[in-house]
């Protein structure tokens, strides 16, 4: 392929019935970015999704109240979420000795190399949750060297701390990535 032409892909982090109100690490409004999520599928060359996938013996249940373990109902997508044209589900925190937050941690196949063999250029990523791993995903594809961009309007944050979801904007905008509304795109 022509690496001059630029190649946009979504990466749709942890949208889970685990993280959406009523799961059991439900996020403020995280099932209110899914219409947003809906409404740009069609704009992207690749849809990618991440999905925590836990075993029950994981450490990082030490720190976080069991959630998204493999296999079961609250690992499986928001049932309102459109998956109809994902290209590439990737599952995260599989290992029981880590937290693996980050989608490039993916254990069923490898982000990186899917970037490159499709020569993504530009990375946008939305999901939740913004202060966990929305965070780790965008630090690892600005370590990739790609343009990557946060969607503003289309992520949920677990805010332990008030204010840690613009604390996190800050972060990633500072380490360069774009912060982008759904409606720019
Ligand atoms: C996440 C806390 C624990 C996330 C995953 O998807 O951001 N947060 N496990
Ligand atoms: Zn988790």
């Given at each position: 392929m022509n690496k001059a032409i630029r190649n946009k892909a979504l990466l749709i982090v942890d949208v889970q019935n685990d993280f959406c109100p009523g799961g059991a690490l439900g996020v403020k409004d995280g099932d209110q970015i899914i219409p947003v999520i809906n409404n740009i599928i069609d704009k992207f060359d690749f849809v990618i999704t991440s999905q925590?996938?836990?075993?029950?013996?994981?450490?990082?249940?030490?720190?976080?109240?069991?959630?998204?373990?493999?296999?079961?109902?609250?690992?499986?997508?928001?049932?309102?979420?459109?998956?109809?044209?994902?290209d590439l589900k990737l599952l995260k925190g599989t290992a029981n000795r880590d937290d693996g937050y980050s989608?490039?941690?993916?254990?069923?196949?490898?982000?990186?190399?899917?970037?490159?063999?499709?020569?993504i250029t530009n990375l946008y990523i939305c999901g939740i949750a913004t202060d966990y791993c929305v965070k780790a995903s965008v630090l690892d594809a600005l370590e990739l060297g790609i343009h990557t961009a946060v969607i503003t309007d289309a992520i949920a944050a677990v805010n332990l701390k008030?204010?840690?979801?613009?604390?996190t904007l800050d972060e990633l905008y500072k380490s360069g990535a774009t912060l982008i509304e759904s409606a720019d795109i």
């Open positions: 925590d996938w836990h075993p029950t013996d994981t450490v990082h249940f030490e720190k976080w109240p069991v959630h998204c373990v493999a296999n079961q109902k609250g690992s499986e997508f928001h049932p309102d979420l459109n998956i109809d044209k994902v989608a490039f941690e993916a254990t069923n196949a490898s982000l990186t190399k899917y970037i490159n063999e499709n020569h008030p204010g840690d979801d613009k604390k």
